[in-house]
């Protein structure tokens, strides 16, 4: 099961648990180990700001196993939206690299509750909503108006919270952080509300129905967490792919195992890594363009100009919905130093508008 079944698949260790990250020395060994182990893709979800495209030694690594060696590398291109345009994964944006960004997912998990007032309401979880009997609750905040509810660590005076239901205002901070917070108390069921108030004795109950898949109005767009370039614009957009970086659901560690719904385009960058196939490749054709320059040689006095009209022929028996693209460049040699150009080139054949 999973995106790529019945591939090999290697696993270097290149950071733990307890670390915050792991040190790029370290991810550049396993990256070797798995080059000389004869892995043909080297994916890596990994990577901190640098945007930059060579230079550093990780990035030089990257790109040698990338060009030198054939491998084909595969990075996630990092989440840090927030901090504004080219603030670019590293190594993600390695020169030789193929960088991930993300897409929402077409549908989502959900199940459903009841609320005492006749509505059936969607919840967005991937596992069962297991809680039977009774449970007091204990409420963290003196007032439904605090915003910053459990966004510290609690008071010394809070009770062990193993045997309540705690109740906390969704505010202002990460739902991780309230989470955490929480849990150095003993929590282990909570409930976030929002701001809304209802009426007192507001019940909800849970069904023991199964989950559905909800299709989603953001599937397919940008997540909101994806974004580029990195500083090198010389080369293709960054990132270069997307894949399905938002609920996705896969292996999460808890006590007894389990799943979560993740995001991050560390998530979507399996999603390209899997989707790769080393038995394909691309329909060679023998057939070329032509291209006519006229005129081919001119000398062109100071303060003058010179018109050079540029004509291409696309080849026979191509068909405009297959939209063709040609490259190349055209070199323009001078007897003055320093004066020969190269002027790159391409286009397709077609139209865009009518393919699309």
């Known amino acids: 099961m999973g995106v790529a079944?019945?591939?090999?698949?290697?696993?270097?260790?290149?950071?733990?648990?307890?670390?915050?990250?792991?040190?790029?020395?370290?991810?550049?060994?396993?990256?070797?180990?798995?080059?000389?182990?004869?892995?043909?893709?080297?994916?890596?979800?990994?990577?901190?700001?640098?945007?930059w495209g060579q230079g550093k030694e990780f990035l030089t690594v990257v790109n040698n196993l990338a060009e030198k060696k054939g491998t084909i590398i595969i990075i996630a291109a990092g989440d840090d939206v927030a901090e504004g345009l080219f603030y670019f994964g590293r190594p993600a944006s390695a020169m030789n690299a193929i960088s991930v960004g993300s897409v929402e997912a077409q549908a989502v998990i959900t199940?459903?509750?009841?609320a005492s007032n006749g509505k059936e309401l969607m919840i967005y979880q991937t596992?069962?909503?297991?809680l039977s009997g009774e449970y007091p609750i204990y409420i963290t905040a003196n007032s439904t108006d605090v915003t910053n509810d459990a966004c510290d660590e609690l008071p010394k005076h809070t009770p062990n919270l193993t045997n309540y239901i705690v109740l906390v205002r969704r505010g202002t901070c990460l739902i991780e952080d309230k989470a955490n917070n929480l849990a150095a108390k003993g929590a282990k069921h909570v409930l976030f509300y929002m701001a809304?108030?209802?009426?007192a004795g507001f019940k909800v109950s849970f069904p023991p129905t199964?989950?559905?898949?909800?299709?989603s109005p953001e599937g397919g767009f940008p997540s909101n967490f994806s974004h580029g370039p990195s500083y090198?614009?010389?080369?293709?957009?960054?990132?270069?792919?997307?894949?399905?970086?938002?609920?996705?659901?896969?292996?999460?560690?808890?006590?007894?195992?389990?799943?979560?719904?993740?995001r991050g385009t560390s998530m979507a960058a399996p999603q390209v890594w899997y989707s790769l196939r080393q038995d394909l490749n691309p329909i060679s054709s023998n057939q070329s363009a032509t291209v006519q320059i006229n005129p081919q040689k001119f000398s062109v006095k100071p303060g003058s100009s010179q018109v050079v009209k540029v004509s291409f022929l696309s080849p026979n028996k191509l068909e405009p919905r297959?939209?063709?693209?040609?490259?190349?460049?055209?070199?323009?040699?001078?007897?003055?130093?320093?004066?020969?150009?190269?002027l790159p080139y391409y286009?397709?054949?077609g139209l865009l508008k009518g393919q699309v």
């Open 5 to 51: 079944p019945n591939v090999t698949l290697g696993m270097y260790l290149s950071g733990s648990a307890e670390d915050d990250g792991a040190p790029f020395d370290s991810m550049i060994m396993a990256m070797l180990h798995a080059h000389k182990d004869g892995a043909d893709i080297i994916p890596a979800s990994v990577g901190g700001p640098g945007s």
């Open 111 to 114: 199940g459903k509750f009841k």
């Open 127 to 130: 596992s069962t909503f297991n």
């Open 196 to 199: 809304k108030k209802d009426k």
């Open 210 to 215: 199964k989950h559905f898949y909800r299709n």
């Open 232 to 262: 090198d614009l010389r080369r293709s957009l960054q990132p270069m792919l997307a894949g399905v970086g938002s609920n996705v659901v896969s292996n999460f560690p808890m006590n007894d195992a389990g799943h979560g719904s993740l």
């Open 322 to 342: 297959c939209l063709a693209v040609y490259s190349g460049f055209i070199v323009m040699t001078a007897n003055a130093e320093c004066e020969s150009h190269n």
């Open 347 to 349: 286009g397709i054949l």
